[in-house]
C-alpha cells in the first residue's frame, strides 16, 4: 500500500494537535485492510504538556492515548524526521522555516478551529471538559473526511488501471 502520512498542527499547548492524531488513528483502525495512513502531531507553543482535561475528555470517547505527546513542530524540520505530505494546521500558522524544512509538495490545509484555553476561567465547573467533547466532535466529520480521501488516492495510487480508459 502506499504510504502518506499526516501531520496535525494545533497552535494552542493543550494538544489539539493531538486531539485530531487520536481521531484520525481511530478512523484509520477501524477502516478496511492495512492502516493506509502514518499520523502524526505537533504544537507551535513551547508548551511541556498537554491538557490533562482534555486528555479526560479524549479517554471518556474511547480515544486511543497512549503514545500521544505534544511535540514541538520544529522536530518534523530535522533531518531524519518521518516524512510529511499533508499538514493540517488547527488554527495555526506554519512558521517558514518549517514549512521550508518539509520541503515542496507538502499539502498544507488550514482548519478554522480554536480550542479551549488553559487558562479559560469559567464560572460552570466542568465548561472546559465539555468543550473538548464538543470540540472532538466538531473535528471528527472533518478528520474523518481526511481519512477517506487519503485512503481514496492511495487506492487510486495502487490500482494500475485506474487512470486507463
Known amino acids: 500500500m502506499f504510504d502518506r502520512s499526516v501531520l496535525f498542527v494545533g497552535a494552542e499547548g493543550v494538544g489539539l494537535g493531538m486531539l485530531a492524531e487520536a481521531l484520525a ?5 477501524n477502516a478496511a485492510g492495512p492502516m493506509p495512513l502514518r499520523v502524526y502531531s505537533a504544537t507551535t507553543s513551547d508548551a511541556a504538556n498537554s491538557d490533562p482535561v482534555m486528555l479526560r475528555a479524549m479517554q471518556r470517547l474511547k480515544l486511543d492515548t497512549s503514545g500521544l505527546s505534544l511535540k514541538p513542530l520544529a ?10 505530505d499533508h499538514v493540517v494546521l ?8 518549517t514549512k521550508l524544512a518539509l520541503g515542496e509538495g507538502v499539502d498544507v490545509r488550514h482548519w478554522d478551529i480554536t480550542p479551549p484555553t488553559a487558562t479559560d476561567n469559567s464560572d460552570a465547573p466542568g465548561t472546559r471538559y465539555l468543550d473538548f467533547l464538543r470540540l472532538a466532535e466538531e473535528l471528527g466529520g472533518p478528520v474523518k473526511d481526511l481519512v477517506a480521501e487519503l485512503t481514496a488516492m492511495d487506492a487510486v495510487a495502487d490500482n494500475p488501471f485506474a487512470n486507463s480508459a
Open 75 to 84: 522536530l518534523y524540520a530535522f533531518a531524519g524526521a518521518p516524512r510529511i
Open 25 to 29: 488513528l481511530d478512523c484509520a483502525r
Open 90 to 97: 488547527l488554527g495555526a500558522k506554519l512558521p517558514t522555516a
